[in-house]
């Protein structure tokens, strides 16, 4: 399923996140007029109750909305090239291990570790393919925002909620001047742990949940992983931490929800394995994938919502407009304005200048 994108000078509606159209510019702009005798006071509309809005072509523009329309046929593509892919291992393995041909012959091991690196190496491209909007969980965000989450060894939520005070120092990207402090007190409970890592490495980028066992979460973009990975360094005042001095944090990343590294054809009983991990993976991707088809046709249903609310404002508005031209033309003041208008037409400022400008005889 495809969906244009919208073009930068096509209203559209304010949406879901953050997100909120322009307030109306300002009223109707005031037409002077001048009689005979004297400049006349401007004229202004006719009272209809409120002011009538000025338009405006990028009144409510939604840059989200390209955003997220671009991110989900990126997915899309990225997740139907998966399928295609692992739909042609899964075809040749299983034609292997359905003729019993254990072991494989050399030929056919070289085919199959072929179309093996030939997924992993789209797999690898996830992120960029995507543009951020599908993490290693292949679960759907908002563009560029994708995370990878992580543990940290030593930072049990049993460790750290007994024993004695300590504050704690956690430094991102080797920046141990700039290291984030943690005071951990005796009874804390966990909700107020975790607030208080997040509250203190969210400034680093860093952001600190509890997972469905309870337990510290780490996240960071995925931009940012490899700075975070092997610059993360932790020291206490001797407690938790012996030392009492910066040492780099072991950190225990979240596995990717597929592993093309895993699938190995070394012997019989690791075809079969390798076998059933591709049909699941492969479930996983279509899953994935049409999850991706639906928020796209959720995307196309609310834009046709709010171009047809968007429609109604403009009749509205033309035929409130309408009726108040009609009426201010009526107005024996806009009738010598528009005259006058007519008659100077042609008649540069110079000439104007010079003729008030020539010496009396």
């Given amino acids: 399923m495809q969906l244009a994108l919208v073009d930068s000078g096509r209203p559209v509606g304010p949406r879901t996140v953050e997100r909120s159209g322009a307030v109306p510019s300002g009223a109707a702009a005031n037409v002077v007029a001048t009689s005979d005798a004297q400049a006349s006071e401007a004229v202004r509309p006719a009272q209809t109750g409120h002011a009538m809005p000025m338009r405006g072509g990028l009144r409510s523009l939604d840059v989200q909305f390209n955003q997220r329309v671009a991110a989900f046929q990126r997915t899309i593509e990225f997740l139907e090239q998966a399928e295609t892919r692992l739909q042609s291992l899964r075809t040749t393995l299983a034609a292997h291990v359905g003729a019993g041909r254990n072991p494989l012959e050399a030929n056919a091991i070289s085919e199959l570790s072929r179309q093996i690196q030939h997924f992993d190496a789209l797999w690898r491209e996830r992120a960029t393919a995507t543009g951020g909007a599908l993490d290693s969980q292949l679960d759907q965000v908002e563009p560029g925002t994708a995370q990878r989450r992580f543990k940290v060894r030593g930072l049990t939520l049993d460790k750290l909620a007994n024993g004695q005070r300590e504050t704690l120092y956690l430094a991102v990207g080797g920046r141990t001047q700039h ?10 409970d966990a909700a107020s742990i ?21 337990e510290l979460v780490f996240s960071v973009r995925e931009a940012d992983w490899t700075s975070a990975h092997e610059m993360l360094a932790i020291k206490g005042d001797g407690l938790r931490f012996p030392t009492g001095q910066f040492t ?8 990717p929800v597929i592993r093309p590294e895993e699938w190995t054809l ?39 919502e709010e171009s ?54």
């Avoid at 509205?316 to 009738?335: K, V």
């Avoid at 008649?347 to 104007?352: G, K, S």
């Fill in 179 to 188: 290291a984030a402090a943690v005071a951990i007190e005796p009874d804390l």
């Fill in 194 to 214: 975790a607030q208080r890592f997040d509250r203190a490495l969210a400034p680093s980028g860093v952001r600190v949940s509890r997972d469905q066992q309870g």
């Fill in 248 to 255: 780099a944090a072991r950190l225990v990343p979240e596995e």
């Fill in 266 to 304: 070394e012997h019989p009983t690791a075809l079969g394995a390798t076998l059933q991990k591709i049909v699941s993976a492969q479930e996983i991707v279509r899953h994935a994938r049409q999850l991706a088809i639906e928020a796209l046709g959720d995307e196309g249903r609310s834009l046709r």
């Fill in 308 to 361: 047809a609310t968007h429609h109604s404002e403009e009749r509205t508005w033309c035929a409130n407009f309408t009726r108040t031209f009609a009426a201010t033309a009526e107005r024996g003041d806009y009738r010598s304005l528009s005259a006058l208008s007519s008659a100077l037409l042609g008649i540069h400022r110079d000439r104007v200048t010079a003729l008030l400008s020539a010496p009396k005889e």
